[in-house]
């Protein structure tokens, strides 16, 4: 069966699909829809065990400690399991066929797009693959302010910038301008000659080339 909620909620149809010993058929574009998280509680309910994708296994044991869950890759080995078990979106279409084979029952989510994608290991929420991923691929330029009046954390490139004396970042929508970003952050560098530093980044917007 396929994920269409109209008039119903996604605990409803997996109640549904497991009365049926079906799969929910989900698609790339139905994502943070709260899948997961009703998977997670209709398990914990039944009293049914969860398996998911390998990469993802220790991350939803510590988010969903009273659900008993397992990585797709063991369940393959035990030669004797429960009646009926669930699966989350991610775990390999094979691996479900191959566990249809060797119990009663087979429910919960299959998206066949996580089969072949090379970010499924961020796409599926594993918190060391998505940290792995962010190291190798760090955002440009991060502000972080803790309340109105602290001083701002400030990320270049992955790096913390240390002894700001002046953070300015703005986008201006004015259609006219070409360049539309400005950055202008100053900070103390003792191994500079002028003893300081900035990254800069279309300092005069408004000034001749820039209109």
Same mark, same amino acid.
Not at 64 to 69: E, L, T
Not at 107 to 128: K, P
């Given at each position: 069966?396929?994920?269409?909620?109209?008039?119903?909620?996604?605990?409803?149809?997996?109640?549904?699909?497991?009365?049926?010993?079906?799969?929910?058929?989900?698609?790339?574009?139905?994502?943070?829809l709260?899948?997961t998280?009703a998977?997670?509680?209709?398990a914990?309910i039944?009293?049914?065990?969860?398996?998911?994708?390998?990469?993802?296994?220790?991350?939803?044991?510590?988010?969903?400690?009273?659900?008993?869950?397992?990585?797709?890759?063991?369940?393959?080995?035990?030669?004797?399991?429960?009646?009926m078990?669930?699966?989350?979106e991610?775990?390999?279409?094979?691996?479900i066929?191959?566990?249809?084979?060797?119990?009663?029952?087979v429910?919960?989510?299959?998206?066949?797009?996580?089969?072949?994608?090379?970010?499924n290991?961020?796409?599926?929420? =594993?918190?060391?693959?998505?940290?792995?991923?962010?190291?190798a691929? @760090?955002?440009?330029?991060? *502000? !972080?302010?803790? $309340?109105? +009046?602290?001083?701002?954390?400030?990320?270049?490139?992955?790096?913390?910038?240390?002894?700001?004396?002046?953070? =300015?970042?703005?986008?201006?929508t004015?259609?006219?301008?070409?360049? @539309?970003?400005?950055i202008? *952050? !100053?900070?103390m $560098?003792? +191994?500079?000659?002028?003893?300081?530093?900035?990254?800069?980044?279309?300092?005069?917007?408004?000034e001749k080339?820039?209109?």
């Amino acid at each position: 069966m396929k994920l269409e909620l109209a008039n119903r909620t996604i605990f409803e149809l997996l109640k549904e699909a497991h009365a049926k010993g079906e799969m929910i058929v989900t698609n790339a574009r139905q994502r943070r829809l709260g899948k997961t998280k009703a998977l997670m509680l209709f398990a914990e309910i039944n009293q049914l065990p969860v398996i998911v994708r390998e990469s993802q296994k220790r991350y939803y044991l510590k988010k969903y400690p009273n659900v008993n869950i397992f990585g797709h890759a063991e369940f393959t080995y035990i030669d004797r399991l429960p009646l009926m078990l669930l699966c989350d979106e991610g775990v390999p279409k094979r691996t479900i066929e191959e566990l249809k084979t060797k119990c009663h029952g087979v429910s919960g989510f299959l998206n066949e797009s996580f089969e072949d994608s090379e970010m499924n290991a961020v796409a599926v929420n =594993d918190e060391e693959s998505i940290l792995t991923w962010r190291k190798a691929n @760090p955002l440009l330029l991060k *502000i !972080e302010l803790d $309340d109105i +009046d602290s001083v701002p954390h400030v990320f270049y490139k992955g790096e913390q910038i240390e002894k700001i004396i002046n953070a =300015d970042f703005s986008y201006l929508t004015n259609t006219d301008l070409i360049k @539309p970003t400005y950055i202008d *952050i !100053e900070y103390m $560098d003792d +191994d500079s000659e002028l003893r300081t530093k900035a990254i800069v980044y279309n300092r005069h917007p408004y000034e001749k080339g820039n209109k």
